[in-house]
């Protein structure tokens, strides 16, 4: 491999991908959190009755594992069903690849089993996934009509990291075990080695870049959406607890009561 | 649907604008709230209000921030699914807002449209005025948004900003106006309100048997302030009030000075809104009173339950929903109630779009209902689901009409899906659009759908006791909310 590509895709890429991802969520951050107001009202919570922060955490969870939101509404089943099979897909995928730098009591065959097996199948729902949801995109016309640049490059740049991934998973399926994950754990631990990768295959190299690309560009579009709505006061409260605060009989109630007009 | 279809052009209800309030109105609204003073330059000073509206505001900033252009929202939007209008919809509407303000940004400047900015003219900028005055700030988009992300409150924000410019919905600056010189939406007097009450008292007399006792700009334990429209238009909601509360033994006063549940602040602008809330603070300090009582009102409640009721408590005041003294009522056999006075019609209930996705109060109504009816039940999208009445955030006005009916159109074949003849909306916007649209509704599908509030059929179903009740020996109702 050209030292220079080697130094540019497996040194410098994964250390400014990450810098930038720090600033960008740091800068994120503070817009958010900066804004003290909530629109004058004391409470812009959507969702009834989520007083405490028990319904706030289980209204959460059930957004993020349940996507409970998008079938209320019974139309757009591309949508729930496309969306769905995309993020089940993904999250086993970026589990999956702390496989890479998180030592498992796994031996080299049952290594390659769960990466061919498990993640090979993440990794394919993942991508039909997020190919049905660029189809939708572009087949229905109000879809066309709000969509803009953005709205195809984020779903490009997964669709691109994800073949390249897949190629490697499924088709190649180079010595992982021995090239990226020391490689891998040498950036993480701070102690670059790049000897490792010196002999890894193309698709190595895109899928590599391509990701670095993506990590990068996290904080600065919409790919935010999934840390957003944690600091969302229409999810997260604070609700006024109007009906968990019983009203006392007060004194003197009595001697009001039985007025005359 | 013939005559929304003649009037609305599918796919662009930008033809449909609002009559704007006049500068002699303006001025008058300036007297109570100042607006803020821009350039002059309308693209300019709305760019620039929009940048403070998100810097100042969390959610604000959060729904422009995170949308991720899943069109999730376009399926639930009862504006987009019945006009078409891309931009009359919320992902739609906040693009207008993202663009403008991009346009603003280096990035924006750079790529421009590659980064959807668009900077904006004024043109432009009362375009997305009126789209904004075509929003029902029902809140559907939030409660279908995978993130909760809700347009209804930026079109809260967005308004704000085009007031400062002078540029409000005639309708919706008049009312406020109006509310705030007189304590009421509809300007009525206090001799008028006066008069209104007695006249119920007589109907009540001669159709429940007894006189009802109740006070009027007095001391006394409680306080009711129902939407003037139950002043006006829905007496029967009025004589439920003041029946429910005669019965229950509780003491309490109207006010003439302040009559207005309705807070058509929340609409539009904050500063009036505040303004108007804390009318009923100072009203509640005045007549010295412990509790202040909300009466059937969607926005109303929201606006009372998340700012006034705050207000109050920082006074040392308690409020409720009368919802929820009379499920108290219920509960300890304080009332008598015969679901058989309301005959066996088929009651359906609707969530007022302000109870069910902005105040809390889905489960109350319909524990009312069960009591008060026999054959009752939810209209296929119901609680959170529920389909605005098409005249909310201000669109109860005639200009709207072709709009208020496009909306209107999904809750009225909701109703008639499921068999109902009595739609129950316990609502005073509701109550006017389907006292303004059903009459259309039905001409057209020759059905006979008749609608009204909960405290109506609450009024109905209170059987007075065999002779007139003593003053309780014990707290009649204890107020706790269910």
């Known amino acids: 491999m050209d030292p220079i590509v080697q130094i540019g895709v497996f040194l410098v890429a994964p250390y400014l991908a990450v810098a930038l991802l720090v600033i960008g969520a740091l800068y994120r951050l503070v817009q958010w959190l900066r804004p003290r107001r909530i629109t004058g009202l004391r409470s812009v919570a959507i969702v009834p009755y989520t007083f405490g922060y028990g319904r706030v955490l289980w209204d959460l969870i059930k957004r993020v594992f349940g996507f409970y939101t998008l079938p209320k509404m019974e139309k757009d089943r591309v949508l729930i069903y496309g969306g769905m099979i995309f993020h089940y897909g993904i999250w086993v995928v970026l589990i999956s690849h702390f496989g890479l730098v998180v030592p498992l009591p796994l031996t080299a065959s049952q290594h390659d089993f769960v990466g061919l097996y498990i993640g090979g199948t993440a990794g394919v729902l993942a991508f039909v996934g997020m190919l049905i949801l660029i189809v939708r995109r572009l087949s229905l016309e109000r879809m066309r009509q709000l969509s803009n640049f953005e709205d195809y490059f984020t779903p490009g740049l997964l669709l691109l990291i994800m073949f390249f991934g897949l190629m490697q998973t499924l088709v190649i399926r180079p010595d992982y075990l021995n090239t990226v994950s020391p490689w891998l754990t040498s950036i993480i631990e701070f102690h670059p080695n790049l000897a490792p990768i010196a002999s890894v295959g193309i698709f190595t190299i895109l899928h590599v870049l391509v990701a670095c690309l993506f990590i990068a560009y996290i904080p600065w579009g919409k790919m935010v959406h999934w840390v957003g709505y944690l600091f969302n006061p229409s999810v997260t409260g604070p609700s006024f607890p109007v009906t968990t605060e019983k009203v006392r009989p007060l004194p003197g109630l009595e001697a009001h009561q039985g007025g005359s007009p | ?482």
């Open chain 2, 1 to 482: 649907m013939t005559e929304v279809a003649s009037k609305l052009v599918w796919g662009d209800s930008s033809q449909v604008p609002p009559f704007w309030l006049k500068p002699e109105m303006l001025a008058k609204l300036d007297k109570v709230v100042p607006r803020k003073k821009g350039t002059g330059n309308l693209a300019h000073d709305v760019v620039c209000g929009l940048k403070e509206q998100v810097e100042a505001n969390r959610n604000v900033r959060l729904t422009i921030d995170a949308c991720v252009h899943c069109g999730a929202c376009l399926n639930a939007c009862p504006t987009y699914l019945t006009t078409g209008d891309i931009h009359n919809s919320p992902v739609g509407r906040a693009d207008l807002v993202r663009r403008a303000l991009r346009a603003e940004t280096r990035a924006g400047k750079w790529f421009k449209n590659l980064v959807g900015a668009e900077r904006l003219t004024d043109e432009g900028a009362r375009r997305m005025a009126t789209y904004y005055h075509q929003c029902l700030e029902c809140r559907r988009c939030g409660e279908i948004c995978p993130f909760g992300l809700d347009q209804a409150d930026v079109t809260r924000a967005v308004r704000s900003v085009f007031y400062d410019n002078g540029i409000i919905s005639r309708y919706v600056g008049t009312v406020i106006e109006s509310s705030e010189r007189t304590g009421n939406n509809l300007g009525l007097p206090p001799p008028a309100i006066k008069t209104t009450i007695e006249f119920c008292r007589d109907e009540i007399q001669e159709e429940k048997g007894f006189v009802p006792r109740y006070k009027v700009d007095e001391h006394a334990y409680a306080m009711l302030v129902p939407p003037s429209a139950d002043f006006f238009l829905n007496l029967e909601t009025l004589k439920g009030y003041m029946t429910f509360f005669y019965l229950a033994g509780l003491d309490y006063t109207f006010t003439t000075e302040h009559a207005e549940l309705g807070n058509f602040g929340l609409f539009n602008d904050e500063r009036h809104l505040a303004k108007i809330g804390d009318h009923i603070v100072s009203v509640a300090r005045k007549l010295d009173v412990r509790l202040v009582v909300a009466g059937e009102c969607g926005h109303g409640w929201r606006a009372f339950k998340q700012y006034v009721i705050p207000r109050l408590r920082e006074n040392g005041f308690e409020a409720v929903h009368v919802f929820h003294l009379v499920i108290d009522a219920i509960k300890g056999g304080k009332v008598t109630l015969d679901p058989s006075l309301n005959g066996a019609t088929r009651y359906v209930y609707q969530d007022p779009c302000n109870y069910a996705r902005a105040a809390d109060l889905t489960e109350e109504p319909r524990f009312i209902l069960a009591h008060v009816t026999r054959d009752h039940q939810d209209s296929p999208h119901s609680r959170e689901r529920t389909w605005c009445c098409g005249g909310g955030a201000g669109m109860l006005t005639d200009e709207l009409m072709p709009l208020r009916l496009a909306y209107g159109r999904l809750w009225y074949d909701d109703a008639r899906s499921v068999g109902g003849q009595h739609i129950v909306r316990p609502c005073a916007i509701c109550k006017a659009q389907l006292n303004a649209v059903l009459p259309k509704f039905n001409k057209e599908t020759k059905d006979k759908v008749a609608y009204s509030g909960l405290m109506d059929l609450v009024y109905k179903a209170l059987v007075p006791p065999p002779k007139p009740a003593a003053p309780a020996s014990t707290p009649a109702v204890a107020a706790t909310p269910a």
